[in-house]
């Protein structure tokens, strides 16, 4: 059973529009997610992360909505460039406990033309 | 300069023959990960290493031992590869707690023939 699931494994915008990517969760225990954007052929980074006690976490174009009743999130990217075209993987773990280990969902792949 | 780094990035061996993945990190975390990753089935954690000979499994172990004699290296072992580790393999490196940033390494592509 994933305890981390994104929705898409693919998802294609044109470049202006917003993208909007889906992950849901099982664990009511997960109180921190981040996301990781990931180019070919490199590993993943750290894009922007967000802790249950908040709703809302914005970065420049990127954003994630949480909602915590629903165990679901979303990273919306704003004004979506050909730049972004990457992986991009939900996840989640148990902020501020020992150990560091993440739950990772499945990746979805971001394509956006131009 | 904060940074993973993985040796070879490109393997082939054949089954049944030995493999070592190598992995550095230069930021003195205490953490270290190996993970596999495959088309449709994102990041698998093999083992996830606390501190110098403080090792745990992760979720696939199974095939895999580590090694971890000094912080700043941790080594992935397949005694008697088989097909299907065919994977690309990343090492990531973060500070002992939940919440902390996961760096990762650009991955060591295996092919197991």
């Known amino acids: 059973q994933q305890q981390v699931r994104q929705s898409s494994q693919s998802l294609t915008v044109w470049e202006g529009e917003t993208a909007i990517l889906n992950c849901s969760y099982e664990?009511?225990?997960?109180?921190?997610f981040p996301w990781y954007q990931q180019f070919p052929g490199e590993g993943p980074a750290l894009l922007i992360a967000?802790?249950?006690?908040?709703d809302k976490k914005e970065d420049g174009r990127f954003t994630i909505f949480f909602n915590k009743r629903e165990k679901n999130l979303s990273l919306h990217i704003k004004d979506s460039q050909p730049g972004d075209s990457a992986t991009y993987f939900c996840?989640?773990?148990?902020?501020?406990?020992?150990?560091?280990?993440?739950?990772f969902g499945i990746g979805t792949l971001l394509s956006v033309k131009p | 300069d904060m940074k993973v780094t993985q040796m070879p990035r490109y393997l082939i061996k054949r089954m049944g023959e030995n493999v070592l993945l190598e992995c550095g990190q230069d930021m003195s975390h205490e953490t270290m990960y190996w993970y596999r990753q495959d088309p449709g089935l994102g990041l698998q954690l093999i083992y996830i290493?606390?501190?110098?000979?403080?090792?745990s499994e992760g979720d696939i172990p199974k095939g895999y031992r580590v090694s971890r004699k000094k912080r700043e290296h941790f080594s992935l072992i397949l005694d008697s590869a088989k097909t299907n580790q065919t994977s690309v393999y990343f090492c990531a490196s973060s500070r002992d707690w939940g919440g902390a940033e996961q760096f990762f390494g650009p991955g060591t592509r295996l092919t197991v023939l």
């Open positions: 967000i802790r249950s006690v908040s």
């Open positions: 996840a989640a773990s148990l902020y501020g406990s020992s150990g560091n280990k993440l739950i």
């Open positions: 664990n009511s225990a997960f109180d921190y």
């Open positions: 290493s606390y501190d110098v000979d403080s090792n």
